[in-house]
């Protein structure tokens, strides 16, 4: 049997341990969460600079689509207006 020293010893060992594993776990959380909170904050310029670029782009495109919309409305408008030819 053990003698109640020894079980002392790994009781504290294992208390030791926990501890010790809490503490890094709680160093790489906060080393984490720091460093993605930096990444954050270096790339919110960049990621709202092509966010609008990107909704400029959108918007011209639409605008596009809808001035080639209008245009061949118009086409068909004028095309079926005009008279055809008498043979």
Not at 5 to 25: C, D, K, N
Request: proline residues 3%.
């Amino acid at each position: 049997m053990s003698d109640p020293l020894e079980i002392a010893r790994r009781e504290s060992s294992v208390l030791r341990i926990s501890v010790r594993t809490a503490a890094i776990m709680l160093g790489f959380t906060l080393v984490f969460t720091a460093l993605m909170a930096g990444t954050y904050k270096l790339t919110e310029p960049l990621v709202a600079a092509s966010a609008a670029a990107e909704k400029l782009r959108h918007h011209r495109l639409k605008c596009h689509q809808l001035k080639c919309h209008q245009l061949k409305c118009h086409r068909l408008k004028c095309h079926q207006q005009e008279k055809p030819l008498l043979k």
